[in-house]
């Protein structure tokens, strides 16, 4: 009888756990049958003009509702993110983009002067995210990062396909947080992780003065401010290290307290620092080329691919029209840089020194979608006044230099500019 009891138990067990396991089961299924993602969908037809079956995009959407085994990862605003991105990339254009309110407001942080990250202004060249160029003073300066290098991992996770959002998404964070960045220099064969401590980083555009030199000929030398050399020929020396939001009022301001000294009979013109420029506001790179150019000189034009070409021209009375000007271009020189060295040269106002730049010849549209989105539209490609159209090739430098790798402490490009300005 104990034998009988003691089955008994086991038997109601058995059955309470399969019964339980089946009600669970069922239970499970249920609740996934039911789940909706919590989605109001405002618009679901297409623009007038476009003739397209969206009805593939709504079944796709339902199948992942029905089908997906983890219900938790079907976030409606994630899927419509990644469904715009996905149509924007499909362009082929690395330019033009769709930035989630994250990335929107990191792009404008930048524009604006201050933000968290590292310090590098990010491009794509072939399907490869590489650095245009660390800012000054930046902890990617600081850390080794170049112009031209390109970012194969970021963390442990490869860049592989990434748009420029995905980068600076994963590339900025926290003050004080580290990111390893796994990058190969140009012309090396090997790869090396650079890690990098994440830091405000706040850039001034536009910094400049009057410098006196000395010696002579390729022996020329910036004095230093607490040395005196009295008859020394001087020049005026202008950093421009982005196009931004505060880089007209900045560049005035400078450019008013400087203009009696510039034209001091004893000051031989003036060197424009472009190098490692990123560029930004194309009117920005309009206003700073006028500053040198005679009204109604040509700066730019705009070719919308249609067969319409617009001319930008200079509408204002510039301070500098007949100083001598070398600017310096390297290949961290990219965009409204590369406008305003185009434009300087193409108008026989002065020499380019340096190394060959960037080479973005496009221009973006920038547009706020709601909810803190945006998305960047190449709406044109830009010229400069004899038509040399920069994309991937950029300007070659009248006088071609490269940094000295072997001594760094000597800044022989901005040497050989103020030589050209001497001479």
């Known amino acids: 009888m104990r034998n009988i009891s003691v089955f008994r138990t086991i038997l109601i067990i058995l059955i ?12 499970i299924s249920l609740d996934w049958k039911n789940y909706k993602p919590s989605l109001s969908v405002v618009n679901k037809e297409p623009p007038r003009l476009v003739n397209s079956d969206f009805s593939v995009f709504w079944k796709s959407w339902e199948l992942l509702e029905e089908n997906f085994y983890d219900k938790s990862k079907l976030d409606p605003q994630k899927m419509i993110n990644g469904a715009v991105s996905g149509m924007v990339q499909s362009l082929g254009d690395p330019y033009t983009i769709y930035l989630p309110p994250a990335q929107n407001s990191d792009f ?35 850390a080794g990062i170049k112009p031209q290098d390109a970012i ?32 190969l220099h140009e012309g090396d064969k090997e790869p090396l992780e650079i890690k990098i401590t994440r ?13 006196q030199i000395s010696g002579q000929n390729s022996k020329l030398r910036i004095v230093e401010e607490d040395e005196r050399c009295d008859g020394c020929p001087k020049i005026a020396y202008i950093r421009l290290s982005q196009f931004g939001d505060q880089t007209n009022k900045e560049w005035t ?6 203009n009696s000294q510039i034209k001091d009979k004893n000051v031989r013109g003036l060197v424009l620092d472009l190098r490692n420029n990123p560029g930004g506001y194309l009117s920005d790179a309009v206003f700073i080329a006028s500053e040198f150019l005679e009204e109604g000189k040509d700066v730019v034009a705009e070719d919308n ?39 300087i040269r193409d108008n026989d106002r ?10 973005k010849g496009t221009i973006q549209r920038a ?16 010229l400069t006044p004899k038509g040399t159209w920069v994309n991937d090739s950029g300007l070659e430098p009248d006088v071609v230099i490269k940094p000295d790798e072997k001594d760094l402490s000597r800044d022989v490009q901005l040497e050989k500019a103020v030589e050209e300005l001497i001479k």
């Open 108 to 142: 404008k942080q930048n524009l604006s002067g201050q933000f968290s990250g590292i310090g590098a202004e990010l491009g794509i060249r072939d399907s490869q995210i590489i650095v245009i160029s660390p800012l000054e003073g930046s902890p990617a300066k600081r």
């Open 367 to 382: 547009d706020d979608l709601g909810g803190g989105a945006g998305i960047h539209i190449t709406i044109a490609k830009w």
């Open 199 to 211: 830091d405000v980083i706040t850039v001034k555009s536009v910094e400049g003065s009057i410098k």
């Open 305 to 343: 691919g249609q067969g319409d070409t617009k001319t930008i021209s200079v509408t204002r009375k510039g301070l500098l029209p007949d100083v001598p000007i070398v600017i310096l271009i390297n290949k961290g020189s990219a965009s409204a840089s590369e406008i305003v060295a185009g434009a």
């Open 16 to 27: 309470s756990l399969l019964v339980g396991y089946y009600v669970g089961i069922n239970k």
């Open 152 to 183: 194969l991992k970021v963390d442990e996770d490869s860049t592989e396909n990434w748009t420029i959002s995905q980068a600076v998404e994963r590339i900025r964070g926290q003050t004080g947080t580290e990111v390893i960045l796994t990058v």
């Open 253 to 258: 301001g400078l450019i008013s307290s400087l």
């Open 350 to 359: 002065g020499i380019l020194v340096g190394e060959t730049s960037f080479g």
